[in-house]
């Protein structure tokens, strides 16, 4: 099958569409979200629908946001989904969760099979407004699942492990083969959830800061911490927090970020020229 998708969709490459077509894998995914009456449901990116009409089937009402203008108008006049549907023509990256969870009386329940090009920025995103989600179910590619569990030590663990992990538990649910998408990705996917923690396990004084450090210590991630963060922190500083300053980012756990975070925080850098 080429890029032509039932109903005489295609596929846009600029969109990152692969639309999902497995009943199997689709089953499990509703399975996994649970969806329940009275929920704040939102998808993100329904596409043509794999996941709505199932999910739509168990809720009165639910919310997805649709970039592509014409599958939001599919939609719009979808025979039994429609009139359940409050359908946002936008992108996902400018909506205001919070805002939405506010008038919908209730923290959000927030899924979509995610194109690779936006999955990361869009997850960023998501954690600044996770006071206002319940729980997230994305399916992703499989790598950048691999990325969001990754521990210290490994080589997929980055800053998006570090920051995902800071915000939310994170459950790899299943793996999904590329023949169950048409077109077929060249690439594994993975679905998992992540749930926002009720309070968080390392709390740091200032988001920014702990965004900051782990954006330079890995954006030079081959680097010993003494050199890749030795502007921040001298030697006797890391020590006195029981950091090893000849470790490189990968080896740095979520919680002595944290600990990094704070002490910055507490500790303001006179400001460079």
């Not at 890029?3 to 089953?27: E, S, W």
């Not at 990968?250 to 975070?261: D, K």
Request: proline content about 8%; hydrophobic content about 40%.
């Amino acid at each position: 099958m080429n890029n032509r998708v039932h109903q005489g969709h295609f596929a846009r490459k600029r969109f990152g569409q692969n639309f999902l077509n497995d009943p199997y894998i689709i089953d499990s995914i509703v399975s996994a979200i649970h969806p329940q009456p009275g929920e704040a449901v939102v998808e993100i990116g329904p596409g043509l629908g794999a996941l709505t009409e199932p999910v739509g089937e168990r809720l009165e009402r639910m919310t997805v946001i649709e970039l592509d203008r014409d599958l939001a108008a599919r939609l719009q006049t979808h025979p039994f989904l429609g009139p359940k549907l409050t359908i946002f023509q936008q992108d996902a990256m400018t909506f205001d969760f919070a805002a939405y969870a506010r008038e919908q009386g209730q923290a959000l329940r927030v899924f979509g099979n995610l194109p690779y090009n936006i999955s990361t920025p869009l997850m960023f995103h998501l954690f600044s407004y996770t006071d206002a989600i319940r729980d997230m179910h994305f399916m992703l590619q499989k790598e950048v699942v691999n990325r969001l569990v990754a521990g210290p030590g490994s080589k997929a663990y980055g800053r998006l492990s570090v920051m995902a992990q800071y915000y939310c538990q994170i459950i790899p649910v299943l793996e999904v083969p590329p023949a169950s998408f048409t077109p077929a990705p060249k690439v594994d996917s993975a679905v998992v959830r992540l749930v926002p923690y009720a309070s968080l396990p390392y709390p740091v004084e200032d988001i920014r800061t702990l965004s900051r450090i782990t954006t330079e210590a890995f954006g030079k991630r081959r680097k010993t911490l003494r050199n890749s963060l030795g502007h921040l922190f001298t030697t006797e500083v890391l020590e006195e927090m029981n950091i090893d300053p000849i470790l490189r980012a990968e080896n740095i756990s979520v919680a002595q970020y944290c600990q990094l975070a704070n002490w910055l925080t507490a500790h303001p850098q006179p400001q460079e020229n």
